[in-house]
C-alpha cells in the first residue's frame, strides 16, 4: 500500500493540475469567474491534507477490524472535509471532488490498489447508512453548490428530510440512485467509478506522446463530447448541456478550433462551465499520481527509481 502521505498528496494536486490547465469553460491559471477564482482552488484543495488523512486512518483501522463498514462515517468525513475547504474561502470549488475522493481515500487506506479502489469504494457506499446521507446533506448546505433543486423529495434544504432519510432507511447508494440522473458524481459511487477510469485510461494513453498539459486537455474534450455535464444541465438547462457536447465534437474532428470553443465556452459567463466532467478529472488525476508518475520537463513520465 502507498504511504499514507503519499495517497493524501496525490489526491491533493490532482485537482490542483487539473484546475491549473485552462480548459475551455473552467476557471484556470488563464481565467477566473466573477465569483471563483482559481485562488478558491488553491485555498480549498490545500485545507484538505487534514480531513483526507483522517479517511485514509479510517481505511486503516476498518481493514485492522478495529471499525465495521457501517461505522467508517463517510458522510461525516465528507462534511468535515467541506468544513476545512469553506473555512478558508467563501466559495465551492470543490464539494464534487470531495464526495468522490473520500469513498476513494478509504479503500486506498484499507489497501486496494488504483485499479481496485473504486469497486471498493462502491462497496463502501453500498454499505452506508442513512446518517451518511443525513451527514452527506449537512456537506451540501455548507458547500451551498449551484444549481440544487428545491421541492423535490428529500430537499437538502428542508429539515424534515433529516427524519425522512432516517426513517426510509436511505443511504448513500440510494441516495445516488435518486440523485444520479442530476449529478454525474452520484453514478459514480454507484457505477464503480467507470467515468474516472475511463478518464484515467484516457490520460494514460494520452501521455504517451504529449505533454501533460495538452494531455489534460484532450482528455477534458473526449469526456465533454461524450457526456452532458449535469452541472451546465442544473445551471442552464439540458438542451444547453447538450449544445456544449456538440461543439466538443466539432474540435475533436477538427471542425472547430480550441479557441473557438474556448469563446463559445465564455459567451455565458459560467454557464457552460462544464463542473461535473472537470471533477471526475480531477479525481482521475489523482489516481494517475498514485501509479508512480514524475514530471520531466513538461511531461508526466513513469518514474524508473
Not at 17 to 44: C, M, Q, W
Not at 92 to 106: E, Q, T
Not at 175 to 196: D, H, P, T
Not at 294 to 300: A, K
Request: glycine share 6%; proline share 3%.
Amino acid at each position: 500500500m502507498a504511504r499514507k502521505e503519499n495517497i493524501v498528496r496525490a489526491f491533493i494536486l490532482g485537482p490542483l493540475i487539473e484546475v491549473t490547465v485552462p480548459k475551455p469553460g473552467n476557471v484556470s491559471r488563464a481565467r477566473d469567474f466573477e465569483d471563483l477564482t482559481i485562488y478558491h482552488f488553491l485555498f480549498a484543495n490545500t485545507s484538505l491534507i487534514s480531513p483526507y488523512l483522517k479517511a485514509v486512518e479510517r481505511g486503516i483501522l476498518l481493514k485492522r477490524g478495529k471499525i465495521k463498514e457501517d461505522e467508517v462515517g463517510i458522510g461525516k468525513l465528507m462534511r468535515e472535509a467541506v468544513s476545512w475547504a469553506k473555512k478558508y474561502q467563501d466559495a465551492n470549488p470543490n464539494f464534487g471532488i470531495i464526495a468522490l475522493s473520500v469513498p476513494l481515500l478509504i479503500a486506498l487506506g484499507e489497501g486496494y490498489d488504483v485499479h481496485s479502489c473504486g469497486r471498493r469504494a462502491m462497496e463502501l457506499i453500498t454499505n452506508s447508512t442513512p446518517f451518511d446521507s443525513v451527514e452527506l446533506y449537512k456537506a451540501i448546505r455548507i458547500a451551498n453548490p449551484k444549481g440544487v433543486k428545491r421541492g423535490v423529495k428529500y430537499d437538502v434544504y428542508d429539515d424534515s428530510s433529516f427524519n425522512e432519510l432516517v426513517r426510509d432507511n436511505i443511504n448513500l447508494a440510494k441516495l445516488a440512485e435518486l440523485s444520479c440522473a442530476r449529478e454525474l458524481i452520484f453514478c459514480e459511487w454507484i457505477n464503480g467509478y467507470s467515468k474516472v477510469y475511463e478518464a484515467l485510461s484516457l490520460l494514460e494513453r494520452e501521455l504517451s506522446s504529449l505533454s501533460l498539459e495538452d494531455s489534460v486537455v484532450r482528455v477534458f474534450l473526449y469526456m465533454l463530447a461524450k457526456y452532458r455535464d449535469t452541472l451546465i444541465e442544473r445551471k442552464a438547462g439540458v438542451e444547453e448541456a447538450e449544445l456544449v457536447r456538440q461543439k466538443a465534437n466539432l474540435v475533436l474532428a477538427g471542425k472547430m478550433s480550441l479557441d473557438e470553443f474556448h469563446k463559445f465556452m465564455r459567451e455565458k459567463g459560467d454557464l457552460r462551465n462544464p463542473g461535473s466532467i472537470a471533477d471526475i478529472l480531477a479525481v482521475s488525476l489523482s489516481l494517475l499520481l498514485l501509479k508512480d508518475y514524475r514530471l520531466i520537463g513538461t511531461r508526466l513520465v513513469m518514474s524508473s527509481i
